[in-house]
């Protein structure tokens, strides 16, 4: 079955009871997916009554969703930043897992080419690239590079991000500027390159990582969480856009 999505006015939002806010491409309407939140619980054996769920189980709830919009991951290619350890690299192997193209972002080039290595044993065609990804003309170049190694990208994962979590006058400024570089302006400047070419398409699926200070306020969080604030606010005005 070959699911065609819509264009980037048709974004949802998914949010899971954990620290995470994922924004996908909407499916056609008529798909289940879209319809209500306890669907979503139903197909995915997931209780949003949870509070928390292990990494490993949110991981294996991305790849079905994404299946639910797709049928297969065989074949799709996923751009992921901070994906050179943690969560990014979590992401990115249950993708390579299910036959998705990855193309792994991160600013420590050591630990990239470890990742790297680590996804050998997957199929699907894999490639690194050390970008800073608050840089617009280093984000031009990854999204360039990509789309002249694979031609099309179907999956954004947003995850790169900085926490200096202290009182904020205890906070240097680099450490200030360097958050919001990095939280902020990073995802902005992806969004903007691959909003072109989601449309060109005619699909994509964006994936945004942030955090529960998004959401609440926590001690000694002004800086991390009023710039995953910032990131929550850009995915709330692709859906509007």
């Known amino acids: 079955m070959d699911v065609k999505l819509p264009t980037l006015d048709k974004l949802f939002i998914v949010q899971l009871p954990v620290s995470c806010i994922f924004v996908f491409l909407s499916p056609p309407l ?14 995915l054996g997931f209780k949003s009554c949870a509070t928390q769920q292990p990494k490993d189980k949110l991981f294996k709830l991305l790849i079905k969703l994404h299946v639910m919009a797709r049928e297969s991951l065989h074949g799709t290619t996923a751009l992921i930043t901070g994906a050179s350890e943690g969560i990014g690299y979590s992401i990115a192997k249950s993708l390579a897992e299910q036959g998705a193209n990855i193309i792994l ?9 470890a ?16 970008t800073d990804v ?3 003309a280093q984000v031009a170049d990854v999204v360039r590079l990509a789309q ?11 995850n790169a991000g900085l926490g200096y979590l202290d009182f904020l006058d205890r906070i240097p400024t680099e450490r200030i500027q360097a958050s919001i570089h990095t939280n902020h302006l990073g995802p902005t400047l992806f969004y903007q390159s691959l909003i072109p070419l989601f449309r060109k398409q005619q699909s994509g ?14 001690d000694q969080n002004a800086v991390y969480g009023s710039t995953k604030a910032a990131h929550r606010y850009l995915s709330l005005s692709m859906e509007r856009e």
């Open 205 to 218: 699926t964006v994936i945004d990582i942030l955090s529960q200070v998004a959401l609440e306020v926590f």
């Open 148 to 158: 002249e190694h694979y031609s099309t990208i179907e999956v954004l994962v947003n």
């Open 115 to 130: 990742a790297y290595s680590k996804l050998s044993s997957f199929s699907g065609r894999h490639m690194y690239i050390s």
């Open 30 to 43: 008529s798909h289940p997916a879209c319809l209500l939140p306890q669907q979503w619980e139903e197909q």
């Open 105 to 113: 972002v991160a600013r420590n080039l050591e630990k990239l080419e």
């Open 134 to 136: 608050g840089n617009p």
